[in-house]
């Protein structure tokens, strides 16, 4: 099975981090609000896995060369909160659509898909965390 890479958001000021797909992972932790506050060094693996599933589930529904640009050029430098309540929400940085390029693409297409996959991203997070079945 060839491996595929995705891009996990890292703290804004840090380096990107990229997952290879099709690696194993150790069993969830069990989640506690407050360790979410440092996201990245409480969590990273099961980021990395919801940001994965997500980006599979797109791939195998849209367009790949658009939902790797906007895996790779806006999600990049997304930034996932614990809202409470078993939700999260995914913020996305300044003028995200205008981070893409190389993709033809007409604008109402790539906020769809765009707004999507954070959809996406956010429900991964929820049943990584245990929040849904």
């Not at 990107?16 to 693996?45: C, H, I």
């Not at 599933?53 to 797109?58: D, I, V, Y």
Request: overall charge negative; proline content about 7%.
């Amino acid at each position: 099975m060839p491996t595929a890479r995705v891009a996990v958001p890292g703290p804004r000021h840090g380096r990107q981090r990229t997952l290879v797909a099709g690696r194993p992972s150790p069993s969830m932790a069990e989640f506690d609000p407050e360790k979410f506050e440092d996201k990245y060094a409480n969590y990273f693996t099961e980021l990395q896995r919801a940001y994965k599933n997500a980006f599979e589930f797109m791939n195998d529904r849209y367009d790949s060369e658009l939902v790797h640009g906007i895996d790779q050029q806006i999600l990049n430098e997304s930034e996932p909160f614990y809202e409470g309540d078993g939700q999260f929400r995914v913020e996305l940085p300044e003028d995200p659509t205008g981070r893409l390029t190389g993709v033809v693409v007409d604008d109402e297409k790539l906020e769809t898909v765009l707004d999507r996959y954070v959809e996406e991203i956010e429900s991964e997070l929820r049943a990584v965390f245990g929040f849904e079945d």
